[in-house]
């Protein structure tokens, strides 16, 4: 699809039209898994999304997995370390749609050269990598390539935007907050006899939101939603973003050092501690935002994070105790620059940052244990 030169094409040009097969070209490999992928799934005829997937581990994945069935023309770009195995097709499990069925990710393309994107037009930018990936040297490169394309940036940092927003023009960015869990499956432990591959688990009532250019923002929505994904148009998903985790981070930092057991957690001197260092972090929220939304700050109490150890594992198909655990070691590098973050920013508009110093000692000791795994 070619696309306006917005990168938001007229939705009301949508309306009216049949059924159909769109043509896409795709990578080999996936043209042979492609025969069973249209019997399952039907595909409307609509103009096709040009979309590139930043990262494609397993939030880049689920988003993919809603994209590719909205009909959308979906390449991703990885490390030529991961090549040969996205090349391979990809087995996802939908665990609110199939549990642990799984099926095939869909029918998509693969590049690992950033060079590459360049040579392509695209519509819309996905960024599903962490925060520690925003490079400025990786950032000018991407953003000379993508041209006028919508940048869709999922990244928690409170920074993010301005340092995106450095490269590629504010009128082109869309922010959007990830709401689900998502994870390598299966989880270390686990009994389960599945082939490796993605699962991901939405909680109820949790649809994406999305805030940004009211006309990008509702090609981005609509391209979700088309393939089955929940999303939602939001005033500020930036501001909502750094007040929910500048509650819970510390929180589940203080998880991390309670070993990753909720049994130590509900116990732990780390629990008072995280509540001051949200408080902290909140506040720097307000002065870098200008305000902060209520809500994460009325939660912001130890005796949520006992509920949620002892209410939480009921919830979804999976050992929630050892998801946490592996995946906030895997960003471990992203929580430790958010701490870092909150507590220069505290220092230099002097704020209080007591706290959010001791979690922050308190976490460098912890990692550097001997045996520690981050």
Known sequence: MGGSPSGAPDLTALDGLTDGTPSCRRIACVKRRSSSHRARVKIVNRPEAKILVVGAGAVG????????????????????????????????????????????????????????VAQQSWD??????????????????????????????????????DRICRFVPEEQVVLGMIPFMSFQAPLPGSTRNVEPGVAWYVPPFSPTPFSGPSERRDWVIYALEQGGGQAASH????????????????????LELADWRFRTVRKHVALKLAQKAG????????????????????????????????????????????????????????????????????????????????????????????????
């Open 235 to 254: 005033v500020d998903v930036g501001r909502s973003t750094a007040a929910v985790a500048a509650v819970f981070q510390p929180y589940l930092i203080a």
């Open 279 to 374: 408080e902290e972090a909140l506040e720097v929220v307000r002065r870098f935002h200008g305000s902060a939304p209520r809500l994460p700050g009325l939660l912001n109490r130890p005796w949520v994070l006992k509920a949620v150890t002892y209410g939480g594992p009921w919830l979804p198909p999976y050992d929630l105790e050892t998801f946490l655990r592996v995946h906030f070691s895997k960003v471990g590098s992203q929580t430790m620059a958010m701490l870092e973050t909150w507590c220069e920013r505290a220092e230099a508009a002097d704020l209080p940052h007591d706290a959010l110093d001791a979690l922050r000692e308190s976490l460098r000791e912890w990692r550097a244990r001997p045996g520690a795994d981050t």
């Open 124 to 161: 819309q930018v996905w960024l599903c990598v962490a925060s520690t990936a925003l490079t400025e040297s990786w950032l000018a490169e991407l953003a000379g390539a993508i041209g006028s394309a919508t940048l869709v940036s999922l990244t928690p940092g409170l920074e993010d935007k």
């Open 61 to 116: 994945q689920a988003f993919a997995y809603w994209l590719i069935r909205g009909g959308a023309e979906l390449t991703f770009l990885v490390k030529p370390k991961y090549t040969e195995s996205m090349g391979a097709g990809q087995r996802v499990y939908p665990l609110n749609r199939t549990r642990w069925k799984g099926e095939d990710l869909g029918r998509y393309d693969v590049m690992d050269d950033q060079s590459e």
